[in-house]
């Protein structure tokens, strides 16, 4: 993620923020150019940029909820932003948990929506496109009839709204005995499956896919109900970058695309700060250093990423225990991973649309 600043009065803005902390300013997120810029209130209930000549912008209708800071066109019929476009069903507001509850989903949403846009992938909501757009349900088990299950399919991805809350997801988390469960890895791995149809499925990618993945016809209850009932291959953690991966090949396929995603957005928060990782006892050792000023988006080779991500998730790990939390990387990448990792980075830097 990138950082911001207010173009008023200087001080350092967060993608979520909506005011200015400092001089009270409201802020926006303009989807386009992926920037949150300083808003001038203007006479007709629209805004301006400060100190810029675009054309006005109104919020997104999502903005009275307080779960949406970005901006659409003054002058256009649409209500909704980019991210706000693609939800189908969100949760009933009449009920105040609800709300708490979106607002959480919202801001993990947007992030993923901020990634895939600078990844320059397709991404089109279900209204405009029925058949290869992309939306979203978020139910709450008190509207249905049977259990919701955090999922997707054929572009529509399903969550379970008590994904949402952390004592929820934290005992899931352990029954399911995971190392890493949140709402914006929910939604990085359903995401995909959605871009396996997309990008992989009858395209030209298909064939090294299986080769790396393995064959996604695969019979894929079987499957999951071996991975349930026998557990992970002894071996797993060679070849996948969590058990759940190797189940089957798709879910191989959304478990490293997920994990693609984490690097490729906290790597770019840290070419935002500037990060820098230099061991004073790595001495000549540069395989525990990096200096992080590059963006991830504009790099062409994966392992050159690898080089900077690996020292850095060195140290944020060290950080995290010196706070007395878990590490915030609990994963080892071994190279068949890296092979994995680094297809997903040719395949999204070929399918830019822009
Ligand atoms: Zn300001
Ligand atoms: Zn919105
Ligand atoms: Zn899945």
New binding site residues.
């Given amino acids: 993620m990138k950082l911001f600043k207010c173009t008023n009065c200087g001080q350092l803005l967060y993608f979520e923020n909506s005011t200015c902390e400092c001089c009270k300013h409201s802020l926006g997120f303009i989807a386009e150019d992926l920037s949150l810029v300083t808003l001038d209130p203007d006479t007709n209930g629209f805004y301006s940029v400060h100190n810029n000549k675009k054309p006005p912008f109104k919020?997104?209708?999502?903005?009275e909820f307080d779960?949406?800071?970005?901006l659409i066109p003054a002058d256009g019929t649409d209500i909704?932003?980019?991210?706000?476009?693609l939800n189908h069903i969100v949760p009933n507001l009449a009920d105040p948990e609800h709300l708490r509850q979106w607002r959480l989903i919202?801001f993990a949403k947007?992030r993923l929506v901020y990634t895939l846009l600078q990844m320059k992938l397709p991404l089109v909501s279900k209204i405009q496109d029925m058949e290869k757009g992309l939306s979203f349900d978020f139910l709450t088990e008190a509207d249905a009839t049977q259990k919701i299950l955090t999922g997707h399919e054929n572009g529509l991805i399903t969550l379970n709204v008590n994904e949402a809350d952390d004592d929820k997801r934290e005992l899931s988390r352990k029954q399911m005995n995971e190392p890493y469960r949140t709402l914006l890895g929910h939604f990085r791995h359903e995401v995909g499956h959605y871009y396996w149809d997309r990008l992989i499925a009858d395209g030209p990618f298909i064939d090294e896919y299986r080769q790396l993945f393995g064959d996604e016809r695969e019979d894929y209850a079987q499957a999951l109900a071996r991975n349930y009932n026998q557990g992970p291959p002894a071996n797993w953690s060679l070849n996948f970058i969590s058990t759940y991966a190797s189940s089957h090949p798709w879910e191989d396929w959304a478990e490293t695309w997920a994990h693609y995603l984490h690097i490729m957005d906290t790597l770019e928060t840290a070419d935002s700060f500037g990060m820098k990782v230099a061991p004073r006892i790595a001495d000549k050792d540069n395989s525990l250093k990096a200096n992080i000023n590059v963006s991830p988006f504009q790099a062409q080779n994966f392992e050159e990423l690898l080089d900077l991500w690996l020292p850095l998730t060195f140290a944020m790990n060290s950080m995290n225990r010196s706070m007395g939390n878990q590490d915030m990387y609990p994963f080892v990448i071994q190279p068949k991973v890296v092979e994995k990792l680094s297809f997903i980075h040719r395949v999204c830097y070929a399918s830019r649309v822009n």
């Fill in positions: 919020y997104c209708k999502n903005h779960v949406c800071n970005w909704f932003c980019r991210a706000c476009e919202e947007h």
